[in-house]
């Protein structure tokens, strides 16, 4: 049986930490996945391979051998990690092995690191955080610890098969969402919120239990979509938007600006401004269902 890592030793987490082996569990259960149980048999079958190299800090997060893989080696990983279709954020490389994800990932983080806070030393908390690529960038980054959280169980499994490979301790990928996080915890100095805003229905109670989740004095980073327009513009689509179902609430930049000022976090400013092209958002052979392009 798959043994999920919980161990997480920070008394500033408080009774989460207590919680943890249990919000996981229900999080992974079998009754409410079908696909969990094929999901976990790929993670099992991924070879045992040696890591000669861990790469964090390159665009492509990955391990490689100083030896090539034999052509038994190579087709038995690639089998294993495409049956955890689809890889949403990325990309990875693993022995050789291109994970070509939807999403370039690491052009968002590209465009993001300039201009936040020093990660060297942090406890970080990624919120919505897939697969666990940005979390991966941000030890690489240097900080202390990373915890993601992220409800989708294939996202989870995935990370799984990355660390079976990059053996890193001070990293968590956590079936759990955002409200599964004790209210008022102040455990983070740093934040990320990317991707998300847009999905929820009350932006307000997002942005409030994201500040709950930081100590005082520290940072948010958040990436979400906006709409052209002045002060108080706010776009509630009918229906989809860029292909997208579950959108609610795309605000213009300085609405956003304020809508963080009203839950009390202090001189919010924009750092990036960006339209999401075809080349960054694609369907591929790691995702083959509909996208951007």
Not at 7 to 16: E, R, V
Not at 84 to 112: A, M, Y
Request: glycine share 8%.
């Amino acid at each position: 049986m798959q043994r999920w890592r919980t161990d997480i030793d920070n008394p500033s987490l408080g009774k989460w930490a207590n919680q943890l082996q249990k919000q996981v569990a229900t999080g992974l259960s079998h009754q409410r996945y079908g696909d969990l149980a094929r999901w976990l048999e790929a993670l099992q079958s991924l070879p045992l391979l040696r890591a000669d190299n861990i790469e964090l800090n390159a665009s492509r997060v990955g391990a490689s051998a100083n030896k090539p893989l034999s052509e038994e080696q190579h087709n038995t990983l690639e089998t294993a990690l495409k049956a955890l279709h689809p890889w949403r954020k990325g990309p990875f490389e693993l022995f050789g092995i291109h994970i070509d994800t939807e999403w370039r990932s690491d052009w968002k983080w590209d465009r993001l690191a300039p201009h936040i806070q020093d990660l060297r030393g942090r406890r970080v908390l990624d919120v919505g955080c897939g697969s666990g690529y940005h979390c991966w960038r941000m030890l690489g980054a240097g900080a202390s610890e990373v915890i993601g959280i992220d409800p989708t169980p294939l996202f989870v499994v995935q990370f799984h098969a990355l660390q079976k490979y990059l053996q890193q301790d001070s990293i968590w990928v956590l079936p759990l969402g955002i409200e599964q996080v004790p209210a008022d915890l102040e455990a983070f100095d740093t934040v990320f919120s990317m991707g998300i805003l847009y999905h929820r229905r009350s932006p307000f109670d997002h942005l409030r239990e994201l500040k709950q989740c930081l100590r005082p004095g520290g940072e948010l980073v958040l990436e979400t979509l906006v709409i052209e327009g002045p002060m108080g513009m706010t776009l509630v689509p009918e229906g989809r938007y860029a292909r997208m179902g579950n959108v609610w609430f795309l605000p213009a930049v300085d609405t956003l600006l304020s809508w963080l000022k009203k839950v009390g976090f202090t001189e919010p400013r924009l750092v990036d401004l960006n339209v999401t092209s075809v080349e960054e958002q694609r369907a591929t052979p790691w995702m083959q269902f509909q996208s951007l392009a």
